[in-house]
C-alpha cells in the first residue's frame, strides 16, 4: 500500500474518501484511532493509504478533483 495523502483535517479526509468511494478504488485510512492517545487534541495527522495498482489513477483522481495540493509528493 502506498500512503496518497497525510492530513489533520478530517473535512478533507472525508471528501477524499466519498470521492474514492464513488470510483470503486479501495482505501484504507490510517491512524484513524490515534486521538485516543493524543487526548483528541488533533495534532496526529491521519493518512489515507490505497494499493499500488490504485495508486495512479488515484493521483489523477484527486488532481482533476481539485486536491492535488494535498498529495503526498513520494506517491
Do not use: C, K, W, Y
Not at 14 to 43: K, N, P, Q, T, Y
Not at 52 to 67: H, I, K, N, S, Y
Amino acid at each position: 500500500m502506498q500512503e496518497v495523502l497525510r492530513t489533520n483535517d478530517i473535512v478533507l479526509l472525508g471528501a477524499v474518501e466519498a470521492l474514492l468511494a464513488s470510483a470503486g478504488i479501495g482505501h484504507l485510512i490510517a491512524d484513524a484511532h490515534i486521538s485516543a492517545l493524543e487526548g483528541s487534541i488533533g495534532i496526529l495527522p491521519r493518512r489515507l493509504l490505497v494499493i499500488d495498482d490504485d495508486l495512479p489513477r488515484t493521483r489523477r483522481l484527486l488532481a482533476e478533483a481539485g486536491f492535488g495540493d494535498a498529495l503526498r509528493d513520494g506517491g
